[in-house]
């Protein structure tokens, strides 16, 4: 089989499953306990803390870890805007891009219906690039909280977020961003990026599926979602995870050492990709921007087919792929993050992605560029 669903999500590493290990068996403890097998757990949550700090170019205590990417957003998008309106009943708005994940979109929406705010979305070109200056507008006047995405899932384009966070912290308004696609191939330094913000998820980098983090700027107030036993410094209340802590750490500084060369070796598997999909496939076209765009993704258009068919087909052929995210898939809906860059409906649902790892060859990228043209020439026969 050859996957070409890494943005879907990744196999745990085996250097991972060794860190976390111990975490699942022998030092079990609760890192709350008052004992020594407590202790263990607590100092190890404590490392992973610290590694993934460094990793963000933060200190440890401005870290939360959550139950995944979702949560992680949610807690952002919700906890300072909350915490802000609270602080100053004007800040009643809260800005996103028009072609947000679910976890920010539906945060924003929740945010609307029952606690009253306000959601403007500025909007996208058709490369999936925000507006900068459209966004500068929006920030005037009353906002809580701002959120763009570090890089699109579904057509990979990549934000200039040192510029909009930049332009947001000018205007006094925090900013985040869902940087869960970034996080295997782009640069995480919260310093550089100057974000208030950032949520990461662990299964997109070789670690398990069900850890996420957030990193909240020390002094940035964030309400919490989950109320307990004050874990996280009181941000989100729950028997801490240290095995997958310590997993997500481990992936992330893997992730880092590598990432220079994965991510200049993806992008030119991914150019190479590119050129043979658009001379193989008569109509095809590329979505999202043709170089600001994730090393690791390869988003096309069919029009004239439908994206479910040709994925059907393709995996009949051993290729796996995805026709949009994951999140939106089995919905007979186009993608919103298509419309929204102006696609029409039509052909917004002959959409596919095809996204990598760092153990993709050019071999495999050959021959899913071969069964790609198979498969249209079969849908084309058949409908014939
Ligand atoms: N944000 C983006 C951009 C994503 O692609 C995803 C998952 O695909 C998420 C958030 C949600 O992350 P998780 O699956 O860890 O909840």
């Not at 100092?43 to 460094?54: D, K, N």
């Not at 952002?76 to 809260?94: E, H, N, Q, S, Y």
């Not at 590329?286 to 059907?312: D, I, K, Q, Y």
Request: with cysteine.
């Amino acid at each position: 089989m050859i996957f070409l669903d890494a943005a879907a999500t990744t196999p745990v590493r085996r250097e991972v499953i060794e860190a976390m290990f111990p975490f699942l068996t022998n030092q079990f403890g609760n890192p709350s306990s008052h004992h020594e097998l407590g202790e263990q757990a607590a100092s190890a949550l404590a490392g992973a803390r610290t590694q993934a700090a460094a990793v963000l170019g933060c200190h440890p205590g401005e870290l939360t870890f959550t139950s995944g990417g979702t949560e992680a957003d949610n807690l952002a998008l919700k906890g300072i805007a909350l915490a802000g309106r609270a602080a100053d009943p004007c800040r009643t708005r809260i800005v996103i891009s028009s072609i947000e994940h679910p976890a920010i979109a539906e945060s924003a929406d929740y945010l609307r219906r029952v606690h009253g705010f306000t959601v403007d979305m500025v909007p996208v070109g058709a490369d999936g690039l925000v507006d900068t200056a459209g966004f500068v507008r929006l920030l005037a006047g009353d906002v809580a909280v701002a959120s763009v995405m570090y890089a699109n899932n579904e057509v990979g384009t990549v934000q200039d977020i040192p510029a909009l966070a930049s332009a947001a912290r000018g205007l006094g308004v925090p900013f985040h961003t869902d940087a869960v696609q970034a996080a295997g191939w782009l640069d995480l330094d919260v310093q550089r990026l100057g974000v208030d913000a950032l949520a990461l998820s662990g299964h997109k980098l070789g670690a398990p599926k069900g850890v996420g983090l957030l990193y909240l700027r020390a002094g940035v107030p964030c309400e919490p979602l989950v109320h307990g036993g004050g874990q996280e410094r009181g941000t989100r209340s729950g028997t801490e995870n240290v095995a997958f802590a310590v997993a997500l750490a481990t992936a992330l500084s893997l992730t880092e050492a590598g990432r220079d060369a994965a991510a200049g070796q993806a992008t030119a598997l991914r150019d190479g990709f590119i050129d043979q999909v658009l001379a193989r496939v008569p109509g095809a076209q590329l979505t999202g921007h043709r170089t600001r765009r994730l090393p690791s993704v390869a988003s096309f258009c069919f029009p004239g087919t439908s994206g479910e068919s040709v994925l059907l087909e393709l995996e009949r052929r051993d290729i796996v792929c995805s026709s949009g995210s994951a999140c939106a898939a089995g919905s007979d809906e186009p993608s919103a993050v298509l419309t929204a860059m102006g696609y029409a409906r039509g052909v917004a649902q002959t959409a596919l992605r095809f996204s990598f790892g760092a153990e993709t060859t050019q071999a495999q990228l050959a021959t899913a560029a071969q069964e790609l043209e198979a498969a249209m020439g079969r849908i084309k026969r058949l409908r014939a």
